[in-house]
């Protein structure tokens, strides 16, 4: 009985495991490869002229970049003028970088957009050990709860008491 | 090929893959990482003329040969601008013997009512070894531009930026905001070891 037992619980965890990693795996792929890269440095350009074309209104760089955790954002600036993009000071013909460390989603003040505003999404990077730590966030609690559903639906069938010894 | 050396070959294997590791790791992290936001390559810093503290005409360029601290603000801000000329005085004081290798910069936001004496009292609260500029509008308007500041009616700034400027007149870190002295303190020792 207690063999049994164990055996269904074990095998159950392994259903909701099997299942949960289908469920994370068909999901993962279907957000394309990008999702899982390592992190890098993402180059910004300011292009020269920008000053004069931030000022008629246009916009030189496109906007809303999505970025994993652990990247780094450099701004070079090849325009003529000094630039500013939240933290960070950019003089004419020099760079600065702004390591992005934690997961958000904000608008920093800019020098380079006519709107004076430019949007970073900063998310977590799907890794292998994210995956797998979903997977095992899922599947676990499934398991447990598809051994207590089998627990109710086939229950274990009770031992006949063993013939007295005479 | 016998048991034994086979345990060999797969030992020397993994040695030599913990040692490629370490060497890898260790050649990474030669390059010291600065707090501040590192200006790459340095660029002279833009010089300008203004009115110092004791209403003598002076160039930021005259102050080569030390670091700058430069900094702007108006004398009459409660907030940020004590906050952050408190932090420069603190990370001077921090560099111990080094202090006089650096120089705290305070410029104006607000030159109607930054006469040079106020500027004097000001910067005298903080550190009195401390330079103050002041200036007319004219003179100010454009070093606001080169340094990026943005400047509202009444002289009112948001930009909190400290920038530091090395002995040859370049652009090296900037910090927005400066709020921990002991970030600029590991900066500042990392630079005077010529980094």
Partial sequence: MKLAFLERIVGSMLVGLLIAAIVSEVAFRSMGNTSSRPPQTIKLIIPAGASQKVSNGQSVVSDGMIFMIGDTLEIVNQDSSTHTFGPLFIPPGTSASLDLNTIERLAYSCSFEPTKYFGLDVREGLTLGTRINGILLAGLPMGLLLSVYSVIAWPFKKQDPAPPAN | ?195
């Fill in chain 2, 1 to 195: 090929m016998n048991r034994k050396n086979i345990v060999i070959a797969l030992l020397s294997i993994v040695l030599l893959s913990a040692a490629t590791f370490l060497f890898l790791k260790t050649e990474g992290s030669n390059k010291p990482k600065f707090n501040g936001s590192l200006i790459e390559p340095p660029v002279p810093a833009a010089d300008f003329t203004l009115t110092d503290q004791d209403g003598q005409s002076s160039r930021l360029s005259d102050l080569r040969g030390k670091y700058l601290l430069i900094f702007f603000g108006f004398t009459s801000c409660t907030d940020e601008c004590p906050a952050t000329m408190a932090i420069l005085s603190q990370v001077r004081k921090g560099l111990g013997e080094n202090a006089d290798q650096t120089q705290i910069v305070f410029i104006s936001t607000d030159p109607a009512r930054d006469t040079p004496s106020a500027v004097k009292t000001f910067i005298n609260r903080f550190d009195p070894t401390s330079i103050g500029f002041t200036g007319s509008i004219a003179d100010l308007q454009p070093v606001w531009m080169e340094y990026g500041v943005m400047v509202l009616d009444g002289g009112e700034t948001h930009s909190v930026r400290v920038y530091i400027v090395d002995p040859d007149g370049n652009w090296r870190l900037t910090y927005a905001p400066a709020s921990d002295p002991q970030e600029l303190i590991d900066d500042m020792e990392l630079l005077l070891k010529g980094y």
